[in-house]
């Protein structure tokens, strides 16, 4: 029931209380004008009885309008409640959506951090394979430019081999104006066996006596040697020594040495080391070490050429 049906409904009850109570005084017609005053005067106490009940009516009345109002305000309060009601829905409707939405950013994020997180793992392993390749390319070209320098070597020995094929025995070098054995198959030996073996075909250990002949049997002896072993292990006894007196060096011939091509610091006669061994160093005039002449190195024989005109 609405508001508007509920206060019609109690003001029609109260017209009938108010039409009935009027209506009481003319009920019983019979009565003469005098008889109603003889009971009206006989009877006091009933009419004064009657204000407490018109009081009554008036309270119940006030009563009435009271509860109508309150029943206005609920109705009110009702309505702005239902509404509330449903503004709250709406909003806990929104805030669902917006939780939806924000889930569904936070997966994005997550997604998107693992793609990020691929991507990168797949740029660090091109990154290491590029310099892997990188690394490669320039090993290649190290082995290039070291084939062209083998290349280059080789092609100068030709010469030397064409002449001394001319000129020097089976397997030696002409080179100076002199034949050189250079014994690059043959087992290590120390520097008198060398010697002998130099001798006993008709030569002798090598004369290192001049720039241009040191600096042609160091490139010749770098061109045979391994650079990822050390110059050590590419070591020639040479024919120098100071076996007779010690710090006179002297050739082969007996000829004292006027110049050398010592390494820095040599001779330091370490460990009596009375032999004079070439090595493939960089700067072929300090290509020169003492050594003790028990070790076992390769060696260079020389002999003089043949049909030299």
Request: hydrophobic fraction near 35%; proline fraction near 4%; include cysteine.
């Amino acid at each position: 029931m609405s508001d508007r049906e509920n206060s019609s409904s109690f003001v029609a009850t109260f017209d009938k209380l108010i039409c009935a109570d009027d209506s009481g005084t003319d009920e019983n017609p019979l009565y003469s004008s005098q008889d109603k005053q003889q009971v009206s005067m006989s009877m006091p106490r009933h009419e004064s009885s009657r204000i407490p009940y018109r009081l009554l009516t008036v309270i119940l009345a006030v009563m009435a309008v009271i509860l109508l109002a309150i029943n206005i305000g609920l109705g009110v309060y009702y309505n702005q409640l239902t509404g509330g009601q449903q503004t709250i829905k709406d909003i806990h409707s929104e805030v669902a959506k917006l939780q939806a939405a924000y889930s569904a950013a936070i997966q994005e994020r997550i997604d998107a951090k693992k793609q990020l997180d691929r991507e990168l793992g797949e740029q660090q392993r091109l990154k290491w394979d590029l310099e892997h390749q990188t690394k490669r390319s320039k090993d290649y070209e190290k082995q290039i430019h070291k084939i062209q320098d083998e290349v280059s070597e080789l092609k100068s020995l030709i010469p030397l081999f064409s002449m001394g094929c001319r000129h020097c025995n089976t397997g030696w070098i002409f080179l100076h104006l002199r034949c050189y054995y250079f014994p690059f198959h043959e087992l290590p030996r120390r520097w008198n066996e060398a010697r002998q073996f130099c001798q006993k075909l008709g030569g002798d250990l090598a004369v290192i006596d001049t720039p241009e002949k040191t600096v042609s049997i160091t490139n010749l002896i770098k061109s045979h040697h391994d650079a990822e072993r050390s110059i050590y292990q590419g070591a020639y006894w040479f024919g120098l020594s100071d076996v007779e007196e010690e710090n006179v060096w002297k050739w082969p011939d007996g000829r004292r040495l006027t110049e050398s091509y010592w390494n820095d610091g040599e001779p330091n006669d370490d460990n009596d080391e009375d032999c004079g061994a070439t090595y493939p160093r960089k700067n072929p005039l300090k290509a020169w070490n003492d050594a003790p002449c028990n070790m076992y190195m390769k060696w260079i024989c020389e002999m003089e050429p043949h049909d030299i005109i």
